[in-house]
């Protein structure tokens, strides 16, 4: 039997969130977005993995949407010349986020790496740490948008809007780090610790503020 113990430390949480990140139900089934230690903390040599999910199918016509898709590799190092069997990891991760009716998609490629310590001779307990450099991109189709000045006044908005907007697509360099420790007392049980920083760069994921930027006005 397996136990977990999860600890994460999000930055939004200590200053002051005002959006939430992508999120699955089945959180295990994704290590990568959990935590950047988890990168080959595995028993094998590779691992790939998707995750699917939807919300409010039942209600909307068009749901919430994200998937994720991901690969990453364990390395032994030290093998014959050492009785700690440390490890490394690396991988690789892509997911897609979309919301209906704006249609407001945020895609991102990420790298791992982690390094797998083992702590006693029995390689029962390791402690692990992680990184994780990703490029993210969000767009939104403005074609979608509606404003107080396009109100014709009788039956619809279908006048002209003169509202300055920006541009509705950019990219932005986002990273994470974790830290992982396990345990494995005996056979077919483990515990588990982690504590994992995201977004620790403080990236600015907003479509407002962007310097060397233009506004451009939207004519719908």
């Not at 006693?120 to 000045?149: A, C, H, M, P, W």
């Amino acid at each position: 039997m397996k136990y977990y113990l999860m600890i994460f430390l999000c930055l939004g949480l200590v200053f002051g969130a005002t959006a939430q990140d992508k999120h699955f139900t089945q959180f295990y089934a994704s290590p990568l977005t959990l935590n950047p230690a988890l990168t080959g903390g595995f028993a094998g040599t590779y691992r790939v993995g998707t995750i699917y999910r939807d919300q409010w199918r039942n209600t909307l016509d068009d749901p919430f949407v994200t998937f994720a898709i991901s690969m990453d590799m364990r390395f032994d190092i030290g093998k014959g010349r050492s009785i700690y069997k440390d490890a490394i990891g690396g991988g690789i991760l892509f997911f897609t986020d979309r919301k209906p009716g704006l249609d407001f998609n945020t895609n991102q490629m990420a790298l791992f790496g982690a390094y797998h310590k083992s702590l006693n001779v029995e390689n029962t307990q390791y402690l692990s740490g992680g990184i994780k450099i990703g490029i993210s991109q969000r767009n939104v189709n403005y074609e979608d948008f509606t404003f107080q000045d396009q109100f014709d006044g009788t039956d619809g908005f279908n006048l002209p809007t003169f509202e300055e907007l920006p541009e509705n697509n950019f990219s932005f360099l986002d990273m994470a780090a974790g830290i992982y420790y396990t345990v494995s007392p005996k056979k077919k049980t483990s515990y588990y610790a982690g504590l994992g920083i995201h977004h620790f760069n403080v990236p600015n994921v907003s479509f407002y503020n962007r310097e060397g930027e233009n506004v451009a006005q939207f004519v719908k």
